[in-house]
């Protein structure tokens, strides 16, 4: 996420989603045929509406160039998210994860993207990440994307009940050969405890610690630990919601090299941002 910060229920509308985790975990639930597929996706009625996708880049400013885009729900004009989330009910939620995973990777195939895809995902709607996962690997097998540029970013301020759920889910889709990220790290419920569980091989820090950077002492006190910490566990930090050269250049002494923004570019409908679009600054290497 980094077009504005997110609240729940908002148009991007992470929250919407919300079923109960397994009750003992899906390691320890009983054996599935996954060529069946999950009953949840599978007998779900088909969606009666419509919608696509803009993209937003994430730039690596050490090596300029673009390192992924972030797919962010649009109605099928280009109409706000908030047109299409509104839309989404606990009856049709399975069928609007899956086709949004599906649709997104369509779409960034058709555009040719060379970059890695962010797919936002919620762990609140996912049953069996083993079963859930198979439209997606599915679709990135038909549309030829590659499943290691394919990265699942979860929001850490989703509330998740078991913070061990949530790293099953992460370490399956790790297993499987995506990249996985967790989304505003440092809001919510997951923190430096998910972080003991599962290492993923990226975080986005909070935009709330990015505003302002370069005039707070305090905050860049805390993104310079949480950079060290991330560096001994391997871990990619990403810095979103940058919208001031200030900002990124902060950012960039304290050692981060992948951001996001509307400084660097602001989501384009069912386009890529190309690198020759993007002003990207000497950042002093």
């Known amino acids: 996420m980094s077009e504005r910060r997110w609240r729940p229920h ?66 099928p004009a280009g109409e706000p998210a908030s047109s299409v989330l509104s839309r989404v009910t606990a009856d049709n939620r399975y069928s609007f ?56 970013e979860t929001v850490e301020g989703e509330q998740v009940s078991d913070g061990k759920w949530l790293a099953e889910i992460l370490s399956e889709y790790k297993r499987i050969g ?15 405890n998910l972080l003991a569980d599962f290492q993923p091989d990226m975080v986005k820090l909070d935009m709330a610690l990015i505003r302002g950077i370069d005039h707070s002492p305090a905050r860049r006190a805390i993104v310079a630990g949480v950079v060290s910490m991330c560096g001994q566990l391997a871990i ?11 900002e990124a250049q902060c950012l960039s002494d304290l050692g981060i090299r992948l951001m996001q923004g509307y400084w660097f570019g602001r989501p384009q409908f069912e386009r890529a941002v190309h690198q020759a679009d993007i002003a990207l600054p000497d950042m002093g290497r």
């Open 10 to 75: 908002d148009r991007y509308g992470r929250r919407l989603f919300s079923l109960p985790r397994p009750e003992h975990g899906f390691n320890r639930m009983p054996p599935t045929d996954l060529r069946a597929g999950c009953s949840l996706c599978r007998d779900a009625d088909p969606l009666q509406f419509d919608f696509s996708y803009a993209f937003q880049p994430i730039v690596d400013v050490q090596d300029r160039r673009v390192f992924a885009h972030e797919a962010l729900v649009r109605g």
């Open 97 to 152: 994860d899956q086709a949004c995973r599906e649709k997104a990777i369509r779409i960034a195939a058709s555009l040719n993207l060379e970059s890695h895809l962010s797919i936002n995902f919620l762990p609140n709607a996912i049953y069996r990440p083993e079963v859930c996962i198979r439209s997606t690997l599915q679709a990135a097998a038909r549309h030829g994307f590659p499943v290691e540029r394919i990265i699942f």
């Open 178 to 192: 995506f990249k996985t990220a967790i989304d505003d790290f440092g809001a919510g419920f997951a923190g430096l």
């Open 236 to 246: 990619e930090v990403i810095a979103e919601g940058i919208e001031t050269r200030d």
